[in-house]
């Protein structure tokens, strides 16, 4: 049958995580739903995220969010193209999310490595950071160090 996918599961006891590779020609929306349901079957432990899209409250996907930061008093969760709004603190978020997946690149931002295209180590001092969408930021001096030690040790 066309439309049947072929599943192969090993079993070995050298891999202490499990991980999901998925090969396709191009992105379709039956890949989309059987990374989603891939997700949820795991969505225990890394729920998705409450936030704001003006009135109306959504629940994001932790895989689908680039980054949250603060902006004045207000908490932002950012997507591919949408910006919502959410209630809590950077603390709750740090504690909530992916540890694997998210990294607090100052005081006020924590980003999905997943979602990172480059790090720009040849800044004077400073780290920049390009997302995928061609966002950019900067990561603090004080957490460099961090950061290195976490793509030394591997995503």
């Known amino acids: 049958m066309k439309d049947m996918i072929e599943v192969n599961v ?42 704001y899209d003006e009135e109306n409250l959504k629940f994001i996907s932790q895989r689908d969010i680039y980054r949250i930061k603060t902006e004045g008093r207000k908490v932002m969760v950012e997507t591919k193209n949408v910006v919502y709004t959410a209630k809590g603190t950077m603390a709750r978020f740090e504690e909530e999310l992916d ?8 005081q ?12 720009d180590f ?12 061609g966002v950019r930021s900067f990561v603090a001096r004080r957490c460099i160090k961090s950061l290195r030690d976490k793509l030394k040790s591997g995503i």
Do not use: M, W
């Open 99 to 106: 540890s694997e997946r998210f990294f607090r690149i100052s």
């Open 108 to 119: 006020s931002e924590i980003v999905n490595l997943y979602k990172v295209d480059s790090f």
């Open 10 to 51: 090993i079993v070995d006891e050298k891999y202490e995580e499990t991980f999901v590779n998925i090969y396709t020609k191009k992105e379709t929306e039956q890949i989309d739903n059987i990374v989603y349901s891939i997700e949820n079957a795991s969505r225990n432990k890394y729920p998705p995220i409450p936030a």
């Open 122 to 133: 040849s800044l004077n001092g400073t780290v920049g950071v390009v997302f995928d969408n």
